[in-house]
């Protein structure tokens, strides 16, 4: 069974910095692409940031981009987001997930509906 468990969220004043951890198991986790969502209040789910298999692409949405850096360790089985210059826009649940095709020609996807297992979230509050 895939289980993904997110950790390092928090409360954090604007400007600050958190590192969040996404620990996989139940699936050969280095084969597949890690992606970084997030849920604000009243909004729909939104795309963070993605890494793709080996590492060696990454992508951010527009609203990340230069604040935000994705990474993973596949000996650990863990995807990390490290965030900094946080805003309190930045705040929401974030979650991470597994793409659902292996290796995908070594890119990645940033449709949620790419990604077929995705862990509870961890929340990030960032106050002004």
């Known amino acids: 069974q895939v289980q993904l468990v997110e950790s390092g969220g928090g409360l954090v004043q604007a400007g600050g910095s958190l590192r969040l951890s996404c620990a996989a198991s139940?699936?050969?986790?280095?084969?597949?692409?890690l992606g970084w969502f997030r849920q604000a209040p009243g909004k729909e789910r939104e795309f963070v940031a993605v890494?793709?298999?080996?590492?060696?692409?990454?992508y951010y949405a527009d609203s990340v981009k230069g604040r935000f850096t994705i990474s993973r360790d596949n000996a650990k089985n863990t995807v990390y987001l490290q965030m900094s210059s946080l805003k309190t826009e930045d705040t929401a649940v974030y979650y991470c997930a597994t793409d659902r095709t292996a290796f995908r020609g070594g890119g990645y996807s940033t449709r949620g509906d790419e990604y077929d297992y995705w862990g509870r979230g961890t929340r990030v509050t960032v106050s002004s």
């Open positions: 890494i793709s298999w080996s590492g060696g692409r990454t």
């Open positions: 139940g699936r050969t986790f280095s084969y597949y692409a």
